[in-house]
């Protein structure tokens, strides 16, 4: 081809561009260097299509900035139906629990006595309030339950022998497997009983001069039904006791406030467990409590010491920044009916499924109308879980907006592509598909205003 035929476009040079004031407007904001690239890439891309718009240039680079540094980890509705939602973040954090995290974002008073002007203890903040609320003599926390139950078996039980029931050697969620946390914890496991009937003699008979603890643990998300027996958690305390062995109790969830008084299945406690003879309590600070992801540890002075002293505890340490969560969490604790108030969890758990239904009914329409032709929507009863190792089948009645496709062919496709729409709102909504339609359990939808906004924006 001749080049007469073939006229070049004249592009501008990378230096110009660069200080065109949009283009100066987009480094501060997105950094020289990303811009400069961007510039780069628009430059080539003009070469290839031989075609050059100066005027829409510094719009496009905004859009390239803007979805490069885009955040990933968002916000979002979950609409699941399952409230504490480990792929969602779990427990969602109270107001005061999220005022407090910005506050302690800056240097912060973490491990720094202000009335001595030394040094302080980490823990102290929490401590104060786990001892007040549950009881023990002492307490400290780690990054999550599964760190404080591999801390606990280490430190009382490295090389030593451990019994427990084969009715809880569980699996928790993805990698929380009994077995595995304890080996990796120099704990030798032994397994006593089986997986349906479990007496106190079988672990009377596998205490010898290796034992190191006893220890239970709650078989959260599993249920063991029919022929089934186990020694009250207080009769395997007095005999770890006879034997002068600390007695560890993995709670899970570890509320602290009694469940079946608001309604809700019933979940032992700390305070229970304390009660009962337990040395060591260990549970989970983003199930029911409701806070931030942390371990909790609460029990007998001199082996909390002995946890605290141990290095994997070091390694093992929450950010301040969940610490001021935590602490801020557990201070709502101390007025009971003020924490079912403020704290999400239990707030969204206690939700009266009326409350529920009638938020479905008013947000219906504006629904209907955004997800179109293609789909009927209804107002229908549904069930919750509460989700975290809790029950499966402890479900709770709930109410949600239902979407089904209305052609009779290619409803798989047609719910995949709703599903697809709602997560790409700005505040993606997450829903489930069952029954050839798709779901979305309003019991956690809290910001009404916020999700029937953005609905105008779906385009499914
Ligand atoms: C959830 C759970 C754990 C693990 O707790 P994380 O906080 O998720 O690390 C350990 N033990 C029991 C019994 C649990 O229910």
Known sequence: MPDSEYTRIQLPSVDSLL????????????????????????????????????????EALSRTLASRQAIGLVA??????????TNLGRAPLAD????????????????????????????AHVERW??????????????????AVLLALNALADRKEVPVSR????????????????????ARLVEVGTTNRTHLRDYADAIGPKTGALMIVHPSNYAIQGFTAKPAPGEIAALAHQHSLPFIDDLGSGALVDMAALGLPAERTPMQALADGA?????????????????????????????????????????????AALEATLVLYDDPERAVQRIPALRL??????????????LAPAFAAAVGQDFAVSVEDCQSQIGSGALPVDLLPSAALVARPTAARGKGRALSRLAAALRAL?????????????????????DKAGFAAQLKELRP
């Open 19 to 58: 200080s065109l004031p949009a283009i100066i407007a987009l480094a501060a904001q997105y950094g020289r260097r990303p811009t400069l690239s961007a510039v780069r890439a628009a430059l080539d891309e003009a070469r290839t299509c031989n075609r050059f718009d100066a005027t829409t240039l510094p």
């Open 76 to 85: 979002v509705h979950n609409l699941t139906g399952t409230v504490l939602h």
């Open 96 to 123: 005061e629990a999220v005022q407090a995290m910005v506050a302690a974002a800056g240097a912060a008073a973490v491990e720094f006595d202000l009335a001595k002007g030394r040094r302080g203890e980490r823990d």
């Open 130 to 147: 786990l001892c007040r609320l549950t009881g023990a003599e002492a307490a400290l926390v780690v990054n999550n339950n599964a760190s």
């Open 167 to 186: 009715g809880e050697l569980v699996e928790i969620g993805g990698a929380f497997r009994v077995p595995d946390v304890m080996k990796r914890a120099g």
């Open 279 to 323: 040395d060591i309590v260990t549970f989970s600070g983003d199930k029911l409590l409701g806070g931030p992801q942390a371990g909790l540890v609460v029990g007998r002075k001199d082996l909390v010491e002995k946890l605290r002293r141990n290095p994997l505890k070091r390694a093992m340490r929450l950010d301040k920044v969940m610490l």
């Open 349 to 362: 758990l206690t939700r009266p499924a009326a409350d529920i239904r009638e938020m479905a009914e008013r």
């Open 426 to 446: 700005p505040r993606p909504v997450v829903g489930r598909t069952a029954d050839d339609a798709l779901w979305l359990d309003l019991r956690c939808l809290e």
